[in-house]
């Protein structure tokens, strides 16, 4: 049966609660005196403040649970307050192969689960008929385990392993729902699960699955394990929620009630700000309710009889006419941009692997912020413990970049493994402004990252050389800002080959044909433009989106294969298409179009016994400012590449520079960095490029790393 609306006398109550209510809340934050009588929502705020909450949320939490309260429509029906716990079953869905800052070698994590509890406060106000509104308050943990299973080399040969993330993950909840009542005592309810997180903490480890296998060399069953904080994390889950529960009276007055409920909840925003990264929750629990029994509402004075009056002259209301609403119209077209930006009508894309060895060149330089001696946050540091865990092959799938920023591991290590090595360690500054013949801020630099080797990689002091100047041996022009900051760095330099030499890696590489898709997005409507999205995908699996809230720009081009995670993986084919929305709401969507897609990878041309090639790569680094000479670490590695190309092989030699200069004179620079190192190598076709950004040409080390020539090496491979 359907409720009565509340009576004068009960919307009194209620707004006498929300009075002292705001009395607790002038008593927490002005100084005024205290309130001794606090109703129940006084008490859920003091809830609030026991969880050290910042007081920005908890005054947010109070505006929007007063604002419900006077809002409500009123009923005859009495508030209901209680308690409940929960038994979570979390169910997590990712993709991402790392946390942010943890290095890991996992190929990806996709799911996991994990079983918790929880608990918390509730209160529920009659809505209107037999609808309630209902406001819980709960801590809640959306722990889970991670796993990802790979295959290792071990002393037992292949052998399974896997990796595992333990994610710690509480959270302060708030649900605002609708319930309905379906028979007495049966109600559903549906809403929203608002979480507040908390600090998240982590726990990783490899684990062979196999009973027989141990990882090599550590000869253990388990490596890499760490643990601490997770960084990046949203402030905010939010999950629409859905639930079911039955009321069993616990006295004959129906003042006190048990009830068992479940509820699933599906997060639809992330729990990291840089991860996809989203979990799913099942509750299963119990609530035990209390509910007052209402006070008797007094009868009204009777309503005085009114005389009649005299009929009012009609009123003649004309009918508003509707305004027209807008039209849109969308379109899109595709075509293929080969590599010399020429535009050719895309018949079909085709993705294929190679194996490759690659030759990542190790710049031996430390750059330091201005008048700063403090080692920059972007150089990835271990703690003490962790470097027993640190490995080369956590480096695999790093761009050349990252990999630079683990240089004083990677040389911690080769240290380690070199006991006889010795590192010299040479602090320089700009000599200008307030580092102008500052060679004590020179020896700080030095200093700061001897400290490193020495006590994170226990290095023998005896094996670290420090030395301290002004401007580096060889500086960059300093007459420009660019060159002044790349002077603010210290040189490491070794008396062994083997702690400075290049990473040399063997990869999988993959060239796309053609490697960039350019779309031509029109959007046309005389109202203004409220959104329009682009979105290409294989499968109903989202591989790549263009979007935006004014007119799309004309052209918009994808680089296939610029993000890994990005890159469609099945022969089939790619669907692309635009929709769009203007101010008067009107929508456009074109048909899906597509372009066939192939991948071949380096298993099926096995298989299918096709013509393969090998594609090694190497870049050859330092060419010293403004020169094209090759230095004493280029011609080593040259020497290791001149009896690695074949006679059948096809030698391509690429020149760059930075950007500082003009452009035709870092184009002419280019080429005689890439001509002398085909004469060094006596094979080879020379190409400049000019400043190309090959590396972020806004930080110094990448600016080194542009001063390069790259090496490709295509080798056939007979059928």
């Given at each position: ?459 023998e002091e005896k094996r670290l050389i420090v030395r301290y100047r002004n401007l580096p041996?060889?500086?960059?022009n300093n007459d420009t800002d660019d060159g002044i900051a790349e002077n603010r760095r ?137 020169r094209a000479e090759i230095g004493v670490a280029n011609k080593r590695i040259l020497d ?80």
């Amino acid at each position: 049966m359907g409720r009565n609306r509340f009576s004068e006398y009960t919307q009194s109550m209620i707004l006498s609660s929300i009075s002292h209510l705001s009395c607790y809340i002038r008593r927490d934050f002005l100084p005024t005196q205290r309130n001794q009588n606090s109703s129940l929502v006084v008490i859920k705020v003091h809830y609030l403040k026991v969880l050290t909450m910042k007081r920005k949320h908890i005054s947010i939490i109070i505006g929007l649970f007063c604002i419900t309260i006077s809002s409500l429509n009123a009923q005859e029906s009495t508030i209901r307050y209680g308690i409940f716990g929960h038994g979570l079953l979390n169910m997590h869905n990712a993709n991402f192969k790392e946390l942010p800052g943890v290095p890991n070698c996992c190929k990806n994590y996709t799911e996991g689960t994990g079983s918790t509890i929880g608990g918390g406060f509730l209160i529920e106000f009659p809505f209107f008929s037999d609808f309630d509104f209902s406001f819980r308050m709960s801590y809640a943990d959306y722990s889970g385990l991670l796993e990802s299973t790979d295959n290792i080399i071990t002393a037992n040969g292949s052998t399974p392993f896997t990796h595992k993330l333990d994610a710690i993950i509480p959270a302060i909840s708030l649900q605002p729902s609708l319930m309905y009542d379906i028979t007495k005592g049966l109600k559903v309810h549906a809403g929203f699960d608002l979480n507040y997180l908390l600090n998240q903490k982590y726990s990783q480890k490899e684990v062979i699955s196999s009973p027989n296998g141990t990882f090599i060399p550590e000869n253990t069953r388990e490596r890499n394990a760490t643990s601490g904080d997770i960084q990046e994390n949203a402030v905010v889950m939010i999950a629409p929620m859905i639930g079911v529960a039955y009321e069993f009276p616990m006295n004959a007055k129906r003042t006190l009630f048990l009830t068992p409920e479940v509820q699933y909840q599906h997060g639809i925003t992330n729990l990291n700000n840089t991860l996809d990264w989203k979990v799913s929750t099942i509750r299963f629990g119990v609530a035990l309710k209390y509910s007052p029994k209402p006070t008797p509402i007094p009868k009204p004075d009777p309503i005085p009889e009114k005389k009649p009056e005299e009929p009012a002259k009609p009123i003649i209301a004309q009918t508003p006419v509707t305004p027209q609403k807008e039209p849109i119209e969308a379109q899109i077209r595709a075509v293929g941009l080969d590599e010399n930006g020429k535009e050719f009508p895309v018949a079909k894309i085709v993705v294929e692997e190679f194996l490759s060895a690659q030759i990542r060149p190790l710049l031996n330089y430390i750059f330091f912020d201005n008048n700063s001696s403090e080692i920059s946050p972007k150089y990835n540091k271990l703690s003490a413990e962790a470097t027993n865990s640190f490995s080369m092959i956590t480096l695999h799938n790093e761009s050349t970049l990252q990999t630079y920023y683990h240089i004083m591991n990677i040389i911690g290590q080769r240290l380690r493994e070199n006991p006889t090595a010795k590192l010299t360690i040479t602090g320089c500054n700009s000599n200008e402004s307030k580092e102008k013949n500052n060679t004590e801020l020179s020896e700080q630099r030095a200093n700061a990252v001897k400290e490193y080797f020495l006590k994170t990689w226990n290095i023998e002091e005896k094996r670290l050389i420090v030395r301290y100047r002004n401007l580096p041996e060889k500086p960059s022009n300093n007459d420009t800002d660019d060159g002044i900051a790349e002077n603010r760095r210290v040189e490491l330099s070794s008396d062994t080959w083997k702690i400075i030499e290049p990473v040399i890696l063997n990869d999988t590489i993959r060239t796309s044909n053609p490697p960039i898709i350019r779309f031509y997005p029109t959007v046309n409507t005389k109202a203004d433009i409220r959104d329009w999205k682009v979105i290409v995908s294989q499968q109903n699996k989202e591989y790549k989106q263009f979007s935006g809230t004014q007119t799309p720009p004309q052209l918009l081009d994808w680089a296939i294969l610029n993000d890994k995670n990005s890159i469609p993986s099945l022969s089939q084919p790619l669907y692309y298409t635009i929709n769009a929305e203007n101010s008067d709401k009107e929508k456009a969507i074109t048909p899906l179009l597509s372009i066939p897609f192939e991948q071949i990878t380096v298993q099926k041309k096995r298989a299918e016994k096709k013509s393969d090639k090998e594609i090694d790569r190497y870049s050859l680094i330092l060419f010293d400012f403004d020169r094209a000479e090759i230095g004493v670490a280029n011609k080593r590695i040259l020497d290791y590449i001149k009896p690695r190309i074949a006679p059948k092989a096809t030698v391509t030699v690429t020149g760059f520079t930075d950007k500082i200069g003009d452009d035709q004179h870092n184009k002419e620079l280019s080429l005689q960095r890439a001509q002398n190192t085909v004469k060094a190598l006596g094979k080879g076709t020379a190409i400049g490029e000019g400043e190309k950004e090959v590396f972020d040409n806004s930080v110094p080390e990448g600016r080194f790393y542009n001063r390069t020539v790259t090496v490709i090496v295509e080798t056939p491979i007979s059928k």
